[in-house]
């Protein structure tokens, strides 16, 4: 990707999915690959289990921290219907890359609301370019549900045009400064691999 | 070196490189990081958190009065709180530098109003600064710091949620040593009675009209003459959604936005076409250039609600739509719910089931108010649900027993719980109170506070202790009943025999929200019987984030966010959730 050209990559999905850290390692890696990074998202209220939405911005200088409606690169939705909410922001040739992961929320639990049927569909009817992923099932057999977040790096990372030994650099970086186990380690960096190569 | 920071972690490093040796805040959204991140300079600045924002201040204003620098951060409505001392302190001036912060919350992402705090500037007839990204947040608290001293005046510092909790790119400086010039005694200054406020109020006008000519060209404010035919005034976030719609606009970016620079703006008005002023939220600007007698556009064209953004400003001033319009239709809303294993959870079922009237108060448990619990009747501000309960029960003279309890949290309580409870004491109400004891300012993001044993910077320190100082404001001992927050009946048989009482009640409901229990914790872990499940739906009430329906209709728990909290197992008639192996 050329440098001038600004990425607007948005993450969205539910409280308590690690979206904020997903941002955070993104954010990192735009940052060392040279650009100007801006990236936004709302605390507080949002986390007991609401949705939530960061946006992530990379260019030769980015003002806004907020990506405009039409102008979304990716949409990395981390819930089977979370990026539904956000289609209007895709750009003409971007890209809803979606866990197929379903969260039931309360409103539907208590028969307030209904679960889409078909989110796939919703998606095509508005000729929306997507690539769905069953992240949850793939961190299950890697025997821990929490990496979700570090497989949905590894897919959105397949489409940016980064080398992929800065994203190894900063997702190791990120997991020294944790103090991970080696074996969480491990598991993490093979949720980058199985996302990245899938 | 440079750092991809947020506007708070921006405005912590902000303060360490000023050289500032005191700040004292209490947790509020969006401000909480601040202090958070001030507690990595803590051998460098001392922090804490204040049981609430007018303490906060008071402490401040000593703290500037005794030589060093010193700051107080809270929220929007914090500064409701803080009013009395910030309009006192606006006379007394400053001796080391002092400054406020203010976080704006536009689009109250979790908030109850949103006011702008620029008014608060204006009636206290102080400074106002505000940042439009992380290097600015860093770099204006040194020169509010600067302002304050020079012009002997406590600043205030507006951000808003936007510049909170973006993250921007921020060159980092090296810390200043500021020595302390400790406490002289001024009598002058320091006693605001009314022969020396007269005095300081003549200083006051003074200092303004001073500052004004200050914001000339003072390096807060910015000009960026470009094409001569759209010229933009603007300040904060605003000036990034402005830069994006108007690429070639001449733009004046103002930092020192109260006392607004009158002789800058007047020249700049000249230089250009057509004016517009995008700010957020109130008039601010707007209504003062007008006075001025220059011609703009502003709030006949933008929002005075609401945050704005790039769309916003593109649609509203240039009536352009640059995206296909996609309405996806019927998605179910996802509103924050209480957590899952939340002490909170059965506090509310009770009260749900005893169809009561709750006043709420401020903190999670505002979330009760949520179907399928609906157990919050009103909720106006922090410490508000005693003194409105209190309220309800005086207007329903006749009968009030058992129709009225107040929940608030630990937190809350100790904010401005205290007061209204001495109150209903004092004047004979019958009050059933019921402190909600999660031991943690919890929605916040889980802070320390005086009930909870340890301050902000780590130290081991005096337990607030809530049972005696409930029986110290004079409730009496058979009425004030400590409960375990996870146990239904229990929780039910104290409730209906305190509402039951003519007399004054508080109820302790205790657990820990799970957000303070040991990381080691062996959480408990169950699941439906789904040959014993009838589909009756009563386990969905509780309204836990962990269970859902399944397709035939039975409950199903979700072990990823399943804690065993069991509140769920105590209101299943049929025995059907039970315990497995995490």
């Known amino acids: ?198 | 070196m440079k750092k991809l920071l947020s506007g708070n972690e921006a405005v912590a490093r902000g303060i360490y490189e000023a050289g500032v040796k005191f700040a004292s805040a209490y947790p509020g959204t969006p401000s909480t990081e601040i202090l958070e991140n001030v507690v990595q300079y803590k051998k460098d600045v001392y922090c804490e958190w204040a049981p609430n924002e007018k303490v906060a201040l008071e402490a401040v204003i000593g703290a500037s009065m005794g030589g060093v620098r010193a700051i107080s951060v809270m929220k929007h409505v914090g500064l409701n709180v803080a009013a009395d001392p910030l309009f006192s302190m606006a006379y007394i001036g400053s001796n080391g530098g002092i400054v406020i912060i203010t976080a704006d919350e536009p689009s109250m992402h979790s908030s109850q109003n949103e006011q702008d705090n620029r008014h608060y500037a204006r009636a206290a007839k102080i400074p106002c600064i505000e940042p439009s990204d992380s290097q600015e947040a860093k770099d204006f608290i040194i020169a509010a710091f600067e302002i304050s001293e020079k012009f002997d005046t406590p600043v205030l510092f507006r951000m808003t949620t936007r510049i909170c909790h973006s993250k921007s790119i921020v060159e980092l400086g090296k810390k200043k040593e500021v020595p302390s010039k400790g406490f002289t005694k001024n009598f002058q200054k320091y006693v605001v009675l009314p022969a020396n406020a007269r005095k300081l109020h003549l200083k006051v006008e003074e200092r303004l009209k001073k500052l004004e000519k200050y914001g000339y060209n003072c390096l807060l404010n910015k000009l960026e003459i470009n094409d001569s035919k759209i010229g933009i005034i603007t300040n904060g976030i605003a000036y990034q959604y402005a830069k994006e719609v108007f690429p070639d606009a001449s733009i004046l970016k103002l930092g020192l936005t109260f006392p607004i620079p009158k002789k800058l703006i007047s020249e700049f008005a000249k230089k250009v076409k057509t004016l517009y002023v995008i700010e957020e939220l109130e008039p601010f600007f707007e209504e003062q250039i007008k006075a001025m007698g220059i011609k703009i556009i502003g709030k006949d064209k933008l929002p005075i609600t609401f945050e704005f953004n790039t769309n916003i400003v593109e649609e509203n001033l240039l009536n352009r739509k640059s995206y296909r319009e996609i309405e996806v239709k019927n998605l179910p809303p996802r509103p924050p719910a209480l957590c899952p294993g939340c002490p909170h959870r059965a506090p509310f079922y009770t009260l749900h089931k005893l169809d009561v009237n709750v006043t709420g108060d401020i903190g999670c448990y505002t979330l009760g108010g949520l179907p399928p619990l609906s157990a919050i009747h009103t909720c106006v501000c922090m410490g508000a649900s005693i003194g409105c309960g209190y309220g309800i029960e005086k207007a329903m003279e006749q009968n009030p027993t058992g129709k009225v309890v107040a929940v608030i949290g630990d937190s809350t309580f100790v904010h401005s719980g205290i007061t209204e409870l001495i109150n209903v004491i004092y004047n004979k109400g019958i009050s059933t109170i019921c402190i909600m004891d999660n031991s943690i300012t919890a929605m916040t993001g889980h802070q320390e506070h005086p009930g909870t044993g340890k301050t902000l910077m780590g130290e081991q320190t005096h337990k607030l202790d809530l049972i005696e100082l409930v029986k110290a404001c004079g409730v009496k001992k058979e009425n004030l009943r400590p409960v375990n927050a996870f146990d239904l009946k229990e929780i039910m048989t104290v409730f209906k025999e305190e509402l039951a009482k003519s007399e004054p009640s508080v109820i302790i409901t205790q657990g820990p929200c799970i957000f303070i229990e040991p990381k080691n914790k062996k959480w408990k872990l169950f699941e439906i019987d789904s040959e014993k499940c009838k589909a009756c739906s009563i386990c969905l009430q509780i309204g836990c984030p962990a269970i859902s329906k399944s397709d035939d209709n039975k409950a199903v728990i979700d072990p990823i966010f399943c804690l065993g909290c069991t509140v769920c197992v105590q209101v299943c008639p049929f025995d059907s959730i039970i315990e497995i192996k995490r």
Request: positive net charge.
């Open chain 1, 1 to 198: 990707m050329a440098k001038k050209n600004n990425i607007n990559i948005l993450i969205c999905g539910v409280g308590g999915q690690g979206i904020l850290l997903a941002s955070e390692i993104l954010s990192e890696v735009l940052m060392k690959v040279g650009y100007d990074v801006k990236k936004s998202e709302i605390h507080g209220m949002a986390q007991r289990g609401g949705s939530v939405e960061s946006h992530i911005r990379a260019g030769k200088k980015v003002y806004s921290p907020l990506i405009k409606k039409g102008e979304a690169d990716f949409i990395l939705s981390f819930e089977s219907i979370e990026g539904l909410r956000y289609l209007e922001y895709l750009s003409p040739k971007g890209k809803l890359i979606r866990n197929t992961q379903k969260i039931i929320p309360l409103t539907v639990t208590i028969g307030n609301a209904e679960y889409p049927k078909n989110p796939e569909k919703i998606a095509k009817q508005n000729d929306i370019d997507t690539i769905s992923i069953n992240a949850a099932e793939i961190a299950r057999q890697l025997g821990s549900d929490k990496v979700v977040n570090i497989i949905l790096l590894g897919v959105l990372a397949k489409f940016l045009d980064i080398d992929k030994k800065i994203w190894d650099d900063i997702l190791l970086n990120w997991m020294k400064a944790k103090k991970l186990s080696q074996k969480i380690t491990k598991i993490n960096s093979s949720a980058f691999e199985k996302g990245f190569n899938s």
